[in-house]
């Protein structure tokens, strides 16, 4: 790798403390010192190399795309190049997009960036992990060019992905190897023979990221109107390696306001890398020059609930199936979940009191099959492993160690840890978040609208031995003024897994504006969300709400709705989880 302009080689901790490289290349403007001093005046270029490769072999658009007023910066993802970690592997594909956010918000910290001037340009499997960062945590960042996004990898082999996904579950964790030769990335011979000279590219790559990868592109393409980011699509026409279809139809769904695509006729996969690959960088820095200039402003999604696509989702499901064989399905549907009640303790429990209800998460927390006969509990783990509970086990982990974080914080910062759940089940989470830190939390307090609830909340709060410290009382999660007059003050609030049961804003603006009202500046607040699922349908044809056995229809919010409806009530989001799946997602902010 050489560059004219200079650069520097450093690490950060990611998410899980794992010391990620990167490469810093800083802003050589001739401008003044003060404007460079500026937050408002910096600005900063990403990048994200392809799949196998490193950041050292984008490190020549730097001095391509010719920006000397920006910094930028090019990591090597782990598992790959001088990133420690198993070569080619990692945990799950969500945990590369988690590094993204990590990566983003260190810069941000780190360099005094401010993140709404921050660009991202992203190549093949680099644009989908960008791709899928921005749909499923909603940053503000500036805009993104996505050059040749691997969002469907040509594999030839007759039925690779499913046959790669039963070995997968056969045998574990294994790697293939890639089987792209250079001659098919770029017509430009030198970067052929740096290619196939470079010890740092990584043959293998493991096959549940392999897996992950396509997972994750299928759902950032079903559901690419999340996206609000202006984004521009680098589209190589002679392209070996992925299609070019689910590209089209990604930008033809993309949410933003500001997006366009460039097909570059002869192009192999390299786009960035190809010979006459000004043709793309040009195309790139324009676009990023004007979105720097213009600085697009976010859609404002607080309507989302009366107008927008999740909203026209939510209609279409709220009305019955429109032909008689959908009617029949889902009728079908309906009846085997009661056959199935009368031998599987789970189904029994969801069916009596709602699958949204309180006693039905406390028992998936849970996770132990129970039924009558064995095959009561074959059906009841099936269900159990359903990937909606799955992701709310995971949601629940998440919970745990956010809530941990917030601890921590507020003992850093001298303040008292007063918590409040407004919804909190029977209160599983937070008690098992705070079993072995109890005596370090002043007071909890669980709140929840159910007497059944209240009372299983309260023995549980017994059998933790938390008599001293916790109280479950009844309460009304949307009742402003019962928020604001919460006593003691929180200094610690969480909601989790109600505001996604109400599809009305309104609801929800009144809830947050309540919990604004009962904290003092500075005090944190937990959320969930839920931005995707996919078993919306199923959900709403096959099962019953808590609310008097109503059919549960989900209306979804984006992160970036979701997200907005908490600013509004006056807070900063500071940090996000999410499952692999892309379900669930829990955050948290603070109180400006």
């Known amino acids: 790798m050489t560059t004219l302009r200079p650069f520097q080689e450093h690490t950060f901790k990611s998410f899980d403390t794992t010391l990620l490289f990167y490469r810093y290349w800083p802003a050589v403007s001739g401008n003044d010192e003060a404007k460079l001093q500026d937050q408002s005046q910096k600005k900063a270029i990403v990048l994200f190399h392809r799949g196998h490769e490193h950041g050292g072999r984008m490190a020549h658009v730097v001095d391509e795309i010719n920006l000397p007023d920006c910094s930028f910066f090019a990591w090597d993802a782990r598992g790959l190049g001088r990133s420690p970690g198993e070569r080619g592997y990692a945990e799950n594909f969500g945990v590369l997009v988690k590094d993204i956010d990590t990566f983003i918000q260190y810069i941000s910290t780190q360099y005094d960036i401010s993140i709404e001037n921050i660009a991202v ?5 680099g644009a ?6 921005v749909h499923d945590y909603a940053p503000k960042i500036c805009c993104m060019v996505l050059a040749s996004p691997a969002f469907k990898v040509k594999l030839y082999v007759p039925f690779a992905r499913a046959g790669l996904a039963i070995l997968h579950k056969l045998m574990g964790k294994f790697f293939v190897n890639s089987y792209v030769k250079a001659q098919y990335l770029t017509h430009d011979k030198k970067r052929i023979d740096s290619y196939n000279t470079d010890p740092l590219i990584t043959r293998p790559i493991a096959v549940n990221i392999l897996l992950g990868l396509y997972d994750a592109a299928e759902r950032v393409i079903n559901d690419a109107g999340a996206i609000r980011v202006p984004t521009q699509l680098l589209i190589s026409g002679a392209d070996w390696v992925v299609h070019q279809a689910p590209q089209h139809t990604f930008l033809e769904r993309l949410g933003s ?7 570059l006729d002869g192009f192999f996969h390299d786009t960035l890398g190809e010979k006459d690959r000004h043709k793309a960088i040009d195309k790139a820095r324009n676009f990023i020059l004007r979105c720097f200039t213009e600085l697009p402003t976010q859609r404002n999604l607080l309507a ?7 909203y026209e989702e939510f209609v279409r499901l709220s009305a019955p199936p429109q032909s008689a064989a959908a009617r029949l399905y889902w009728a079908l549907s309906r009846f085997w979940i009661g056959v199935g009640a009368h031998l599987s303790k789970g189904l029994k429990i969801s069916v009596d009191t709602g699958f949204d209800s309180g006693s039905t998460l406390d028992y998936v927390y849970r996770n132990t099959p129970q039924g009558f006969t064995v095959v009561g509990c074959a059906i009841d783990k099936m269900y159990l492993n359903s990937i909606g509970w799955r992701g709310i086990r995971i949601r629940k982990m998440h919970l745990e160690r956010i809530i941990g974080t917030a601890v921590d914080l507020l003992k850093s910062e001298g303040k008292p840890i007063r918590i409040v759940d407004i919804a909190a089940g029977h209160g599983r989470y937070i008690l098992d978040a705070l079993t072995n830190r109890k005596k370090e939390v002043d007071h909890i307090l669980l709140r929840d609208y159910s007497p059944i609830n209240v009372d299983a909340g309260r023995n549980l709060i017994k059998e933790k031995g938390m008599e001293n410290v916790a109280e479950f009382q009844e309460g009304n999660a949307f009742d402003r003024h019962s928020l604001a007059a919460l006593t003691p003050k929180p200094t610690l609030a969480v909601v989790s897994g109600l505001y996604e049961l109400f599809p009305d804003n309104t609801q929800i603006s009144t809830s ?3 919990l604004s009202d009962a904290l003092e500046k500075g005090a944190y607040l937990i959320y969930t969300n839920q931005p995707w699922h996919p078993q919306l349908e199923l959900i709403a044809r096959s099962l019953t709400s808590h609310r008097q056995g109503q059919a549960w229809v989900m209306r979804r919010r984006t992160q970036a709705e979701m997200d907005q409806l908490v600013e509004n009530a006056g807070f900063e989001k500071l940090d996000q989880h999410i499952d692999a799946f892309g379900i669930f997602t829990v955050s948290i902010a603070r109180k400006k």
């Open 304 to 310: 989302a609930d009366r107008e927008g696509y999740t």
């Open 512 to 514: 947050l504006a309540g």
């Open 257 to 263: 306001l500001v997006k366009e695509a460039h097909v």
């Open 128 to 133: 989908v992990v960008a791709a899928t960062w």
């Open 121 to 125: 340009i992203a190549q093949s499997v």
